[in-house]
């Protein structure tokens, strides 16, 4: 089964109980952030692309957005988000089927105000891929626009016990990186299995950087759960799992 396929198949399986890891701490807190780097959303058209069940996009449009396209490799995942969609009675999210690691030309997409891209970098199996992936996001973002996206730290210590809502075991290194075991401790566990690159998740901007600039870390201390148990995320804030993080397409 080549790659593509084997992440397809994967998101498929879980696509049903995917939402139970807004339950778990990391869960939690990665919504929080995500509130925080989206505050001024209203009236915007938005891309999310690897946009699943529409997490990210229901969270754009509670923030003002009007409309947001989601771009997704797995059609189970997109189900569960187009279900909960009809079942509010809103219809503000279009769906479709693609590879963001690939060409998105056979999409009826358009400039966006804002791009989505949270979640998909840690499936680049070699560089191209991840500049693929990073090109798309610039691409059908208009000039000054802002990429809202993350990066996961599979080395963190913070995720060695699961006492965050996540685990990261069975590493195997390869050439530029590294592919592991990302296991979400939910009822039933729900494992997915990711690649990072070291270009990834070290947080270097020599691939980012050739299409973007001003990049921010949304800071974890600003969030109400830190707040509230700061003792609690002593841990996850010397060595954090999940970063985060904007940046501006360059106006010319």
């Known amino acids: 089964m080549d790659a593509e396929n084997a992440v397809q198949e994967n998101y498929d399986k879980n696509a049903d109980a995917y939402g139970q890891f807004l339950a778990t701490p990391l869960g939690t807190l990665e919504k929080q952030l995500f509130d925080l780097s989206i505050k001024d959303c209203d009236g915007l058209r938005v891309l999310d692309l690897g946009g699943g069940t529409g997490l990210r996009a ?3 449009l509670n923030a003002g957005a009007r409309q947001v396209d989601v771009v997704d490799i797995s059609h189970e995942m997109m189900r569960v988000g187009q279900e909960y969609e009809k079942s509010i009675a809103r219809d503000c999210i279009t769906w479709y089927h693609g590879d963001v690691s690939k060409p998105l030309d056979h999409l009826p997409l358009s400039l966006y105000d804002l791009v989505i891209a949270n979640g998909v970098f840690d499936h680049a199996s070699n560089a191209d891929e991840l500049e693929a992936m990073w090109r798309n996001a610039a691409a059908y973002l208009k000039p000054g626009g802002r990429v809202i996206a993350n990066r996961n730290n599979p080395l963190s ?4 016990h699961g006492k965050y809502g996540v685990t990261f075991t069975d590493f195997q290194h390869f050439a530029g990186g590294l592919s592991f075991r990302y296991r979400m401790t939910t009822d039933p566990p729900l494992e997915f299995e990711s690649l990072a690159l070291e270009v990834y998740y070290s947080g270097s901007l020599e691939i980012p950087g050739k299409f973007f600039e001003d990049f921010q870390n949304v800071p974890w201390d600003e969030t109400p759960v830190v707040k509230a ?11 954090p799992i999940l970063y985060i993080f904007t940046a501006r397409k360059p106006d010319c």
Do not use: G, I, N
Request: proline share 0%; net charge negative.
């Open 58 to 60: 229901r969270d754009a």
């Open 157 to 160: 210590q913070s995720a060695a």
């Open 229 to 239: 148990d700061l003792e609690f995320w002593e841990l996850y804030l010397a060595d």
